[in-house]
């Protein structure tokens, strides 16, 4: 009963939110240059003193802040299914810093991936496994308070798709998680055989497939959890960004730049 409920409020959900996108269309061509701030960070709207394996923190990134209207009502919809969870966003170059300070031996594997989804899909890694919280894609939007999706003894949870298979748009965890270190460790040896010639491959989805036993680790379905793109789509997300989605750009760059030889003398 309570499935078929989700079910049909993640429908009204959907529904109401492709009507805002729809009307984004005829804002954006009044207000072109209009654009909207996502806040690096945002405290809870309301304050939970329970505790949660969890932290309650949601982590997402772009590769800019200034973002139209479909993505901000995104932001904001998801900031009403999850009042009691702090708001943090980084930026490409606050990526950086982060890994930086906190994973200095990564930085070097990291800043050879030369596509920003790739670079995305390896800091949501670190910032998970070093602070643990919710991270979500900027075109994902909950159907399901995530308070009741987590609950508070999880201490992890992945999304499979309509296939059944995992994916990396939502992922929940606590910090220090050692799954989320043996797909740390995996990008990592990707990045460095470089052998992948493909976003998804090599730090995306297809290495929670390879890595994680969906029948070994808690799983939730899109269905009863989180959806994409209901808000907003690729015309919205990338109107700034002539290179487009991750899928387009990676046909013209390589997703790895090749190893540089040391050159100095001896």
């Given at each position: ?143 399901w308070p995530l308070e009741r999706v987590l609950g508070p ?39 460095k055989e470089n052998t992948l010639r493909n976003v998804f491959?090599i730090t995306g989805p297809g290495v929670f497939i390879e ?56």
């Amino acid at each position: 009963m309570k499935k078929m409920l989700i079910v049909a409020i993640s429908r009204i959900i959907k529904l109401s939110a492709n009507l805002t996108k729809m009307l984004s269309y005829p804002f954006h061509w009044v207000f072109a240059d209009k654009r909207f701030t996502l806040p690096k960070q945002a405290a809870p709207l309301l304050n939970r003193t329970t505790p949660s394996h969890i932290p309650r923190i949601i982590w997402q990134t772009n590769f800019t802040n200034r973002v139209t209207l479909p993505v901000y009502l995104n932001y904001l919809f998801n900031r009403l299914m999850a009042p009691s969870f702090e708001y943090q966003f980084m930026i490409t170059e606050a990526r950086r810093d982060f890994i930086a300070e906190h994973y200095p031996e990564i930085l070097p594997h990291y800043e050879r991936l030369q596509i920003g989804a790739a670079q995305a899909d390896l800091w949501r890694l670190l910032v998970l496994h070093k602070f643990g919280g919710v991270y979500l894609d900027i075109d994902a939007h909950q159907i399901w308070p995530l308070e009741r999706v987590l609950g508070p003894k999880r201490e992890e949870l992945y999304v499979t798709t309509r296939r059944g298979e995992l994916s990396n748009y939502f992922i929940a965890s606590k910090p220090g998680n050692p799954n989320l270190q043996r797909l740390i460790e995996r990008v990592v040896v990707n990045i460095k055989e470089n052998t992948l010639r493909n976003v998804f491959h090599i730090t995306g989805p297809g290495v929670f497939i390879e890595l994680l036993d969906p029948s070994c680790v808690p799983t939730v379905s899109y269905r009863h959890a989180v959806n994409q793109g209901s808000f907003t789509n690729e015309h919205f997300q990338y109107i700034d960004k002539p290179q487009g989605k991750w899928n387009k750009e990676q046909r013209h760059t390589l997703v790895i730049s090749p190893e540089q030889e040391d050159t100095r003398p001896l």
